[in-house]
């Protein structure tokens, strides 16, 4: 990681206070630096290609560059940035969607996840999925179903951390998986 100076070992919150009181171009380089491989990762799992998430990921620096100041602090701002690119994720798929009425691919690591703590029968019936079909299946179902599900599967979130991020109540992130869970079923039963 490349930092510069004692603005090095700035607590991201305090950065992030820093660069939206001075637009300082070095203290975002350090920003970027340090959180630029999880955005990219969470637009490579939206697009098809590792240069449509470069454009994504720079895209979404940009727009952040000047929406820092909307930053409350009231939540770590990895929880805050991690929403921020969901969000943004999710209105450019619907926008392309709607542009080259394409579907949306994403890779198959929602199987690999077990669950430890759910015993709900949804989740096992997700598990058992075939991968080749599952993908097929995430093309199908709404983007924010998708990515409710992705969040819990392939990030391993938590309720909280759900929550958290999309800024719904556990009840909201329980019953928006339980309906993700059932048309993700659905759609691949109809495979």
């Known amino acids: ?80 940035l991690y929403s921020f690119t969901y969000n943004f994720c999710i209105n450019y798929v619907q926008r392309d969607r709607k542009k080259k009425n394409e579907k949306i691919i994403v890779s198959d690591t929602l199987v690999e996840y077990t669950t430890e703590d759910d015993d ?18 995430l093309q199908q179902i709404e983007p924010n179903d998708k990515v409710i599900l992705m969040m819990k599967y392939q990030d391993d979130l938590s309720i909280k951390e759900i929550k958290e991020n999309l800024n719904i109540g556990d009840s909201a992130v329980k019953m928006r998986l339980s309906r993700a869970k059932s048309r993700l079923i659905k759609a691949y039963n109809t495979l």
């Not at 096992?124 to 599952?134: A, C, F, G, P, V």
């Open 120 to 137: 709900d029968s949804l989740d096992e019936e997700i598990m058992k999925l075939k991968s080749e079909k599952l993908v097929l299946a």
């Open 1 to 80: 990681m490349k930092e510069i100076g004692k603005d090095t070992y700035l607590e991201d919150k305090e950065l992030v206070f820093r660069i939206a009181k001075s637009n300082d171009t070095k203290l975002y380089a350090i920003l970027y630096d340090r959180y630029a491989t999880m955005v990219y990762a969470k637009c490579l799992s939206f697009v098809k290609t590792k240069e449509e998430a470069q454009d994504l990921t720079h895209d979404i620096f940009v727009l952040l560059f000047a929406k820092l100041k909307t930053f409350k602090g009231t939540s770590k701002f990895s929880t805050w």
